[in-house]
């Protein structure tokens, strides 16, 4: 996970202070501030979230950048909260349940990680698909939350094979 000075976040505790900065950011506050900093990201720049002081007291840099590339529509400001609330509400909901969330990681960069648990909503008939990625670079002490919408077609269910009639019931 995120790496000071060589030491390494647990996964849970990272994930609960990830969750916490984007709905601080986002869903907590001003809506005037919440969507200023929205423009930003969709203008492609990445924001400073805050720093948070460690147990050992040393200091990371949480940033956050969207990438909305795969957005089917228009993106505005309701549909990227809507999206990231529905985000946030699944992380938090399986962190309290204990559930192990699956990691993604970059092939060749361990610290380039996309976390397995998305958020689907429908805008207008187009269906989006956010999910929380990380990108931790242990030099500069800096964390940039990555928020990213999917192609949707990826997970839509695959129709089952039709039968052929040669399948038997034994």
């Given at each position: 996970m995120a790496q000071n000075s060589n030491k390494s976040i647990p996964r849970d505790q990272f994930l609960t202070i990830s969750v916490n900065l984007l709905h601080k950011a986002f869903l907590d506050n001003r809506r005037t501030e919440a969507k200023n900093v929205f423009r930003d990201l969709a203008g492609g720049r990445t924001v400073h979230l805050t720093n948070v002081v460690m147990e050992d007291k040393s200091q990371v840099r949480f940033?956050?950048?969207?990438?909305?590339?795969?957005?089917?529509?228009?993106?505005?400001?309701?549909?990227?909260?809507?999206?990231?609330?529905?985000?946030?509400?699944?992380?938090?909901?399986?962190?309290?349940?204990?559930?192990?969330?699956?990691?993604?990681?970059?092939?060749?960069?361990?610290?380039?990680?996309?976390?397995?648990?998305?958020?689907?909503t429908d805008d207008e008939g187009d269906i989006n698909v956010m999910v929380l990625g990380a990108d931790s670079n242990a030099t500069r002490g800096t964390i940039e939350l990555r928020l990213q919408y999917l192609d949707p077609a990826q997970f839509a269910e695959q129709a089952p094979a039709p039968a052929t009639g040669t399948e038997s019931l034994s």
């Amino acid at each position: 996970m995120a790496q000071n000075s060589n030491k390494s976040i647990p996964r849970d505790q990272f994930l609960t202070i990830s969750v916490n900065l984007l709905h601080k950011a986002f869903l907590d506050n001003r809506r005037t501030e919440a969507k200023n900093v929205f423009r930003d990201l969709a203008g492609g720049r990445t924001v400073h979230l805050t720093n948070v002081v460690m147990e050992d007291k040393s200091q990371v840099r949480f940033d956050v950048a969207l990438d909305h590339s795969e957005y089917r529509g228009k993106l505005n400001f309701g549909g990227f909260r809507a999206s990231l609330g529905l985000l946030v509400a699944q992380l938090s909901d399986a962190l309290r349940a204990g559930k192990d969330i699956k990691v993604f990681s970059a092939q060749n960069n361990p610290d380039n990680v996309v976390f397995g648990l998305s958020a689907a909503t429908d805008d207008e008939g187009d269906i989006n698909v956010m999910v929380l990625g990380a990108d931790s670079n242990a030099t500069r002490g800096t964390i940039e939350l990555r928020l990213q919408y999917l192609d949707p077609a990826q997970f839509a269910e695959q129709a089952p094979a039709p039968a052929t009639g040669t399948e038997s019931l034994s």
